[in-house]
Every structure is written in C-alpha cells, then in structure tokens.
C-alpha cells in the first residue's frame, strides 16, 4: 500500500504532532461505526475485554449504579441505560478513550503504520483526559504489545473515573438544583462548566468575589483554560448555580453563555485529591508501569508544558495533570507552534470536533496558525489518507 501524501512527506521531514480530546463530547455515534464494521476485532477484544475483566470490582460503585457493559449496548443502542448515563465519568472516561484509539486505529489501518506514525511524529498532547492515550501513540508498540497496552490504558482511565466518582458521589442533581437552573436557563446541572464570553481577568475577578462567600470545600475552581474567551469552572453544583444567579444580568448584558458539561465530578480541581490513594492501589494492581523514559517523541503537559519524557512517575503524573491540575491549552500549542523540529499538520484524534476547535482558538490566541486535522471528521480522514 502507498503511503498516504501527508506522511510520506512527514517521514522525509518529520512534523506531525497528535492530540486528543477530552471530556464532555459524544462518543457512541463514532464508536458504533467502528465496532459494526468489524474490521477492528483484535481491537475492540482488547479494549472491551479489559472493561469486562475489571467488571465484578466496579458495577454498582457510586459511579457505575446501573455498570459498564459497552459491548452489549454496542450490539443493541435500547439497551443503554440512559443517554445522561453515557455522560457520566465512569462511563465516559473510558468510552471516550476506547474512541480516540478506535479512531488511531482506523488512520493505522489507512496506511499509517505505527512503526512510520514515530518517525513522522515530533511532539503530541491531550486535552484533559486525552493527555494518557497520546503518550500510548508514543510508546511506539507493536502487534500483542500494543493489544495488551490497550488493555491496560483502558483499565488506568476506567479506574480515574470510578475512584473519582467514589470521592464525589453526587451522581445526579437534586430536584432543586435541577429546577434553580432551568430557572436560570442553563439546564442539566454539572460540576463543571463551560462559561464562553469575555476574557480570563473578568472571570476570574468574579469567580474570586463569589468564593468569598463559599465554605472552603464548596469554592469554585477556574479548572481549563481552553481560548482567550472560553475557560471551565469546576465544583459543586450548588456553588455554580449560586455563581450563576449572582451574575446571571452581567452574563445576560454581555452575551456570555453558560454551559454544563456532560460529566458527573470536578475535575482538574483540588476537590478532587480524596482520590488518588484510592487509585494508586489500582495502579498496583492493574501494572499499569509505562514509564515516560520509554516514549519516542515529546508529549507536553497541558499543566505546565513540560515533556513527559521527563516524568519520574508516568503512571502517577498523568493522572494527576488530569484529575487535580489546572489545564492551560494555550501551553501544549504553544508548544507546537514553536517546535523545533517544526510541527506542519496536528492530527486531532477526537471523540468530535470540540478538541479541534479548541486548538485553533488557542492557536490563533497565540497569534500562530496550523493545520489541525480531525480524524473523526470524513473531510479530513479523507485528506489525512490520500
């Protein structure tokens, strides 16, 4: 098979740079294609048998009541429990992951064989959750390895969601809550959510106003900064909606939207540190010991930017960067943007479009501009593999 064109020039000068995508996007549309086409058995056997291997330790934890069974609702879409319920963290942090690799695997099945996506590669990063898949493109595994690395990713993000849920076990709203945001126009109350409009300073001026009214364990968190007008706030959902009131007529006046996001824990917030006991045991357990010592080309922290080639303890650190620390998206593209080997094209792995948007925001912040490319768009697959 010909290699496809961009990279064959890729692997005569080195330039690709991958990301993927975080929480609060669809997932289930993309993932069916794949699994009904049958052409990712060995795949899906992996990924989806990690989840079954695991599933007498964690269906009917606080974060799975109604358990985590994506084959079958994969075989028959009634069979899932409820739209909001493939949201929720513990299903979603995997499923969206099991996605994004669905979505690598397709672009390798293309022509993208993982031994030339190294040599073409030179940096990658990940929006929240899509830090730890990208550092699995980087470990450059081949054939069973790669197989049991799924499995073993698979099982490290099912048990980020599970733990998490377990720290914060307010799985749904209360009716209360339910109905103060209906009443204030955002409906679907979530511990974390999208507020687009105006810039970081003014937000983060109110956002300090509001927490000194708030207990110290209910206080608001400006957890992402994803583009100069769109960053996420993370914590309780009464805190939120108590924020929301308070500047609902600002908000009105200034046309700033305010949107929850399809997940059930704060995320990149200190409310969350209950947690990370709870899952080093896991890490144990599973052997999840991928070590940052064996990646081929850089990934960059969207916490700090470092390169976690660097990382004294992978397994430790990604899940902190995305359970605990402020995300700054600007920092992974600036990153890119500024990179020596210089990056041409990033492939944007997905679930959607929200990752790649996000990157082409962040970049033009920055005042840079790249190709961002999205493999779960048919567009852009299409130019990725002529």
Same mark, same amino acid.
């Given at each position: 098979?010909?290699? /496809?064109? @961009?990279?064959?020039?890729? !692997?005569?000068?080195?330039?690709?740079?991958? &990301?993927? #995508?975080?929480?609060? *996007?669809?997932?289930?549309?993309?993932?069916?294609?794949?699994?009904?086409?049958?052409?990712?058995?060995?795949?899906?056997?992996?990924?989806?048998?990690?989840?079954?291997?695991?599933?007498?330790?964690?269906?009917?934890?606080?974060?799975?009541?109604?358990?985590?069974?994506?084959?079958?609702?994969?075989?028959?879409?009634?069979?899932?429990?409820?739209?909001?319920?493939?949201?929720?963290?513990?299903?979603?942090? /995997?499923? @969206?992951?099991?996605?994004? !690799?669905?979505?690598?695997?397709?672009?390798? &099945?293309? #022509?993208?064989?993982? *031994?030339?996506?190294?040599?073409?590669?030179?940096?990658?990063?990940?929006?929240?959750?899509?830090?730890?898949?990208?550092?699995?493109?980087?470990?450059?595994?081949?054939?069973?390895?790669?197989?049991?690395?799924?499995?073993?990713?698979?099982?490290?993000?099912?048990?980020?969601?599970?733990?998490?849920?377990?720290?914060?076990?307010?799985?749904?709203?209360?009716?209360?809550?339910?109905?103060?945001?209906?009443?204030?126009?955002?409906?679907?109350?979530?511990?974390?959510?999208?507020?687009?409009?105006?810039?970081?300073?003014?937000?983060?001026?109110?956002?300090?106003?509001?927490?000194?009214?708030?207990?110290?364990?209910?206080?608001?968190?400006?957890?992402?900064?994803?583009?100069?007008?769109?960053?996420?706030?993370?914590?309780?959902?009464?805190?939120?909606?108590?924020?929301?009131?308070?500047?609902?007529?600002?908000?009105?006046?200034?046309?700033?939207?305010?949107?929850?996001?399809?997940?059930?824990?704060?995320?990149?917030?200190?409310?969350?540190?209950?947690?990370?006991?709870?899952?080093?045991?896991?890490?144990?357990?599973?052997?999840?010991?991928?070590?940052?010592?064996?990646?081929?080309?850089?990934?960059?922290?969207?916490?700090?930017?470092?390169?976690?080639?660097?990382?004294?303890?992978?397994?430790?650190?990604?899940?902190?960067?995305?359970?605990?620390?402020?995300?700054?998206?600007?920092?992974?593209?600036?990153?890119?943007?500024?990179?020596?080997?210089?990056?041409?094209?990033?492939?944007?792995?997905?679930?959607?479009?929200?990752?790649?948007?996000?990157?082409?925001?962040?970049?033009?912040?920055?005042?840079?501009?790249?190709?961002?490319?999205?493999?779960?768009?048919?567009?852009?697959?299409?130019?990725?593999?002529?």
């Amino acid at each position: 098979m010909a290699k /496809p064109q @961009i990279l064959q020039q890729a !692997l005569e000068k080195p330039g690709l740079f991958v &990301q993927f #995508g975080g929480q609060g *996007a669809p997932w289930y549309k993309e993932l069916k294609k794949y699994y009904d086409s049958g052409e990712m058995k060995p795949f899906f056997d992996a990924a989806i048998g990690a989840l079954e291997e695991e599933a007498s330790i964690v269906n009917g934890t606080p974060g799975l009541p109604h358990g985590l069974d994506p084959r079958k609702w994969l075989d028959d879409e009634s069979t899932i429990p409820s739209e909001d319920y493939l949201g929720c963290a513990a299903v979603s942090i /995997p499923m @969206i992951q099991m996605t994004q !690799l669905a979505h690598l695997e397709a672009l390798t &099945q293309a #022509g993208y064989d993982r *031994a030339s996506m190294i040599k073409a590669t030179v940096g990658g990063s990940g929006h929240s959750q899509g830090l730890i898949p990208s550092t699995l493109v980087s470990l450059g595994l081949e054939g069973d390895q790669y197989l049991e690395a799924v499995k073993k990713y698979t099982k490290y993000v099912l048990y980020i969601g599970v733990r998490s849920q377990e720290v914060f076990p307010y799985f749904d709203p209360t009716p209360e809550e339910s109905k103060k945001a209906e009443e204030l126009g955002s409906p679907n109350p979530a511990p974390m959510v999208a507020v687009l409009g105006e810039d970081h300073a003014y937000m983060e001026d109110l956002v300090k106003k509001e927490n000194e009214k708030l207990p110290d364990d209910k206080k608001i968190y400006i957890s992402l900064y994803n583009s100069p007008s769109n960053r996420i706030l993370s914590s309780h959902r009464s805190s939120l909606l108590q924020f929301h009131e308070a500047n609902k007529d600002a908000f009105d006046e200034k046309k700033v939207k305010f949107v929850y996001l399809r997940t059930t824990c704060p995320f990149h917030s200190p409310l969350m540190e209950p947690m990370m006991p709870l899952f080093q045991k896991d890490l144990e357990r599973i052997g999840f010991d991928y070590q940052g010592s064996s990646l081929h080309f850089p990934i960059y922290s969207f916490f700090d930017q470092r390169n976690y080639q660097q990382e004294a303890n992978m397994p430790l650190g990604l899940a902190t960067d995305m359970v605990l620390k402020t995300l700054f998206w600007d920092k992974p593209m600036k990153a890119a943007a500024e990179h020596s080997p210089a990056v041409t094209q990033i492939i944007d792995f997905g679930p959607g479009k929200t990752s790649q948007r996000l990157s082409m925001d962040s970049l033009k912040g920055i005042g840079k501009e790249l190709p961002v490319l999205a493999a779960a768009f048919a567009k852009d697959f299409k130019t990725l593999t002529e």
